[in-house]
């Protein structure tokens, strides 16, 4: 079984229980064995459900897809009734919920087998994490004094180890792309509305943030997209409509794609050499396999477009811990929030409703900005973050100058300079796992394509899975199955 768990991805795993080579329930146990070996060292995986999952399968699983694949949700987002979340913070630790969201009833009718959840920064705010409710800081496979990224870490973590073969996540300003990058594996973040967000939600962050998924290949993320694609009843608004699915993109093969690169940030700032080689290394991948590639960066007000992303999310966690304060009657208690939440909270106080309706036009008016650079150009690499995985406690959450937290020297708009454009904007980015520094950290980089262009974006990372494949890549973190 151990063989079989690591030599398969999600897709293949589901193909072993249809012809069953295997069961749901080896395969759990497997995960499960996993978990407990080695999230002592990540901790990545929190809120464990055994019994749900046991009970699913003993009630027998839809005929999905990834019938009888072990899952993990985020602990944020994705409200299941069997899965109580914390958000990543104290203040909302154990909350339950009498539904399930659209996206957890989707992935349960694509036969996954959900056990649990994996961590998350407080609020799903930073690039790293590191919050308090769990206990310790979650930690990268790929050295343990690094992070995993965030806000989708747990999830990164738990997949870089092989806990899991495919993980959810969710991505307000990059935070699957960013745990992708950091650990070595793939994550697409689709475009705006392209994902059910309900029944709890109309829209996240001014419709910045998205669900997604952390897999180790392109197609468990197809698959996964499959299954979960969709406007929910009621929706705001909907992504436009696909011209067929994930699955048929991956065989797409033949247009020459007009791609412009780029070794600085967006705002033309140097970044470190091993992302800059990883650009350049990409560049010329997709160039032999025939493409256009020139270099080229976008004329859009980045900076103007991340301050108005602060402004907005600020609002958002004023707006969530308001709202679970007046429902429960009393007050914040000391230690309830972390600093950079106090500090979000504190700054949204500031902030009057013109001020964040001029923010939220600013998002807007920076979604068409980058929307004119595309007319020209199909794709837009960069590297997906400006520099290797960082140092645990770096973006930790206790400091309470939220506005310094995002956007001063050195810190996550420096960091992360890339991801959250393309939340901003709506479009479709992927960061792909194709470059690791002389000492061994996973650095990832970014694909971006116009509104809509999903299908078109899929099928090029699928290309460039196969001129250049990383599935075989594992962490020095492993699980080792005892001698029987």
Partial sequence: MNDIYESYDAVGLAELVSRRETTPSELLDEALKRVEALNPAINAVTMMQEGVARRLIEEGLPDGPLRGVPFLLKDLGAEAIDFPTNSGSRLFAGTRYARDSTIYARLKAAGLVTFGRTTSPEGGIGPTTEAAVYGGPTRNPWNLGRTPGGSSGGAGAAVSAGIVPAAHGSDGGGSVRIPASSCGLFGFKPTRARLPDGPYVGEGWAGMAIDGFLTRSVRDTAVLLDATHGSDL???????????????????????????????????????????????????????????????????????????????????????????????????????????????????????????????????????????????????????????PAMIGRFDHRPEDYVDYRMGPGRVFDYSPFAAAFNASGQPAASLPLHWTTDGLPVGVQLAVAFGEDELLMGLCARIEEAAPWFARRPPLRYVAPRS
């Fill in 234 to 388: 009621g929706a705001p608004y909907a992504a436009p409509p696909l011209k067929a699915s994930f699955a048929d993109a991956l065989n797409q093969r033949g247009r020459r794609l007009r791609v412009a690169f780029s070794t600085t940030s967006l705002t033309g700032q140097p970044i470190d050499p091993e992302c800059r080689a990883a650009v350049i290394a990409a560049a010329k991948l997709l160039e032999d396999l025939g493409h256009h590639v020139e270099e080229a960066l976008p004329q859009a007000d980045t900076p103007g477009m991340m301050a108005a992303w602060t402004r907005i999310v600020a609002c958002g966690t004023a707006l969530a811990v308001d709202a679970t304060v007046a429902k429960r009657g009393r007050p914040l208690a000391d230690g309830e929030i972390e600093g950079i939440s106090r500090g979000a909270i504190a700054f949204a106080r500031t902030l009057s409703g013109a001020d964040y309706l001029e923010a939220v036009g600013k998002i807007h008016a920076y979604g068409r900005e980058m929307a004119a650079f595309f007319q020209d150009r199909d794709v837009l690499l960069t590297a997906t973050l400006a520099e290797p």
